[in-house]
C-alpha cells in the first residue's frame, strides 16, 4: 500500500480544507494517509478517517498566536524550511502533496528524489498574496518552488491561465486541471436536516458562504446592500463563515446602520439547510479559483447570483446570473434579481449530474 502524505496550512472550516477531507475519505481504502498541517486546532480535524495520522508543527491555532509569533514562525518557515521538512515530513512517503499555496508549498518542496511531489492550486495565484513589497517577494519565491514538483494541480481552467502567466517556466506536462471533489450525497442529506433558520419572510433572503477574508469582497457587499436598502429594496444577507476581517466587517455594518438587515452568523457546520432554504445563493469575489461552494448550490439546485471572478462555475447552469466585477454592475444586477423574483423562480435547468468518479480517477492517477 503506497503511502501519502497531505500538508495542509490547518483543518480549519474551508472550501479547501474540505475537499481534502473528502478526498481522504474517498481514498482512504487505498493508501495510508498522513495529513501534516502547520497550525492545529483545525474544526475538520474531527473528521478526518479514524485510520488517519495527523501531525502538526504547531498545536495551537493560528488566531491563538501573538502578532511576534506569527512574524516568528512566518521567518523560520522561510528560512529554515528544510531543517522543518527534514524533521517532521521527511519520510518514506510515496507521494507528498502539499493542498494549498503558500507556506505549506514552501515547505513541502525541499528536494527529496525518493518521493514524488504535487502542489494543488485553489486560486488565482496572481492575486493571492496581494500588491505589497512582501507580496511581490512571495509571487517570486514561488516561482523557484514550484520547479521543484513534478505535477501541479489546478482546480479550474482560469488558475491555470493565471499560474502560467507567472509561472511561465513550467512545463505544460506537469499541470493538469481537476475540478474540487465534492461529496454530493453528504450535501444533499445535510441540507434536509431540521435546523431553525433566521429567514425574515418581508423580503428576499440572500445566503452567501465564505471565509471573512479580502478576496471575497464582503466590504463591497455591504457598500451595495446599504445602497439597495436605501432605495427601498426589501431583502436580507447572511454570511456564514469567520476569518480575520470579522471586527473590521463588524464596523463596516454599524457604519452602514445596516445591523438588521446584514448579517455575520460565523461558521456553521452544516451551511447546506441555509443555501437550499434560502431565495438565492451569492457569491461576488473580487478574484476566485474554482469555488466548490457553487458546485454544492448547484447540486441543492438553488439559484446562484455571481459575478465573472466564478464565471466558469455556471456554465451551462441554467439557473444563475453572472454579473460584471465591479460594484455598480453588481448593484444593478442585484437589485433585478431582487425585484424581480417571481421571474427568476419560474427558471428551471435540466440538472447537470456530478461526477464524482471521474474527479477521483484523476486524482488517483496523479498520486501514483
Not at 507528498?96 to 486560486?123: C, D, M, Q, Y
Not at 466590504?219 to 480575520?244: E, F, M, Q, S
Not at 431565495?279 to 457553487?294: H, Q, R
Not at 421571474?343 to 488517483?364: A, C, L, R, S
Request: hydrophobic letters at 35%; glycine letters at 4%; one cysteine or more.
Amino acid at each position: 500500500m503506497k503511502k501519502v502524505i497531505f500538508g495542509i496550512t490547518s483543518l480549519t472550516v474551508g472550501g479547501a480544507e474540505k475537499t481534502l477531507i473528502d478526498i481522504i475519505e474517498k481514498i482512504e481504502k487505498e493508501y495510508k494517509i498522513t495529513v501534516f498541517t502547520l497550525y492545529g486546532k483545525g474544526e475538520f480535524e474531527k473528521s478526518l478517517p479514524k485510520n488517519i495520522e495527523l501531525k502538526t508543527l504547531y498545536k495551537k491555532s493560528y488566531n491563538e498566536l501573538s502578532k511576534l509569533s506569527k512574524i516568528i514562525i512566518s521567518l523560520r518557515l522561510l528560512l529554515f524550511r528544510k531543517q522543518i521538512y527534514d524533521k517532521y515530513i521527511k519520510n518514506d512517503y510515496d507521494t507528498e502533496i502539499a493542498f494549498l499555496e503558500g507556506p505549506i508549498t514552501r515547505l513541502f518542496s525541499v528536494k527529496n528524489k525518493k518521493t514524488k511531489k504535487i502542489a494543488w492550486v485553489h486560486t488565482d495565484i496572481s492575486k493571492i498574496f496581494g500588491n505589497s513589497i512582501k507580496s511581490k517577494l512571495k509571487t517570486i519565491i514561488n516561482k523557484d518552488i514550484y520547479n521543484n514538483y513534478d505535477k501541479i494541480v489546478l482546480v479550474s481552467k482560469n488558475s491555470l491561465k493565471k499560474f502560467k502567466e507567472i509561472n511561465p517556466q513550467i512545463e505544460d506536462e506537469k499541470l493538469e486541471i481537476i475540478h474540487n471533489y465534492i461529496n454530493k450525497e453528504k450535501v444533499m442529506e445535510k441540507a434536509e436536516e431540521d435546523i431553525k433558520l433566521p429567514f425574515k419572510k418581508d423580503g428576499v433572503n440572500i445566503v452567501c458562504v465564505g471565509r471573512l477574508v479580502d478576496a471575497k469582497a464582503y466590504d463591497r457587499l455591504i457598500r451595495i446592500h446599504a445602497r439597495l436598502v436605501k432605495d427601498n429594496i426589501k431583502h436580507y444577507i447572511y454570511v456564514i463563515g469567520n476569518g480575520p476581517l470579522q471586527n473590521e466587517l463588524k464596523q463596516q455594518i454599524e457604519k452602514e446602520k445596516v445591523e438588521n438587515t446584514f448579517y455575520l452568523l460565523g461558521e456553521k457546520e452544516n451551511p447546506y439547510v441555509y443555501i437550499k432554504n434560502a431565495d438565492y445563493f451569492c457569491l461576488l469575489s473580487y478574484f476566485e479559483g474554482y469555488p466548490m461552494v457553487l458546485e454544492e448550490a448547484k447540486i441543492l439546485d438553488k439559484f446562484i447570483i455571481t459575478n465573472t471572478a466564478a464565471k466558469e462555475v455556471v456554465e451551462n447552469y441554467e439557473k444563475s446570473i453572472v454579473l460584471e466585477n465591479n460594484e455598480e454592475a453588481i448593484y444593478e444586477g442585484l437589485k433585478n434579481v431582487i425585484e424581480n423574483k417571481e421571474k427568476y423562480e419560474e427558471k428551471d435547468t435540466i440538472k447537470k449530474e456530478y461526477n464524482n468518479d471521474d474527479i477521483i480517477k484523476k486524482i488517483k492517477a496523479i498520486i501514483g
